[in-house]
């Protein structure tokens, strides 16, 4: 975590449990919301998406520090930084930032997501939150 410091992509935050727990509650509720087979596949992603990257800060703020969301690549950040907040696998790591990618092509492009991203990404988003 110190080399994200000094190069300025994450910065100290001092952990709050409430605000964890707020986190990782919306998490939750976004999950649901992921599993709602009446709306779009790309809303669900959105969700599941959504319910990774507050797991995900949840775990960074756990740690002390949070994303500078001033600077680009914050989503990144947060996903990169699971092996050392929660001792995530590089393997899934690589899964995670692929759902991230496939989120910025989606919200970028309008590319369509399908079932099977929806499904995928609201699979890993309840993984996360076991971890």
Known sequence: MQNLLTIGQIKEHPPDAGEIQ??????QRNVRDARVREVTP??????AY????????????????RPDTNRPGHHMTVVQALPLTI???????????????KRNVSDYTGQDVDDESAESCAAEAERLLED
């Open 22 to 27: 707020q986190l990782l509650t919306a998490a």
């Open 42 to 47: 790309e809303t669900r992603f959105d969700a």
């Open 50 to 65: 959504r319910a990774i990257m507050q797991a995900a800060l949840a775990a960074m703020m756990a740690h002390g520090y």
């Open 87 to 101: 001792g995530l696998s590089a393997a899934r790591v690589t899964v995670l930032d692929a759902l991230r990618r």
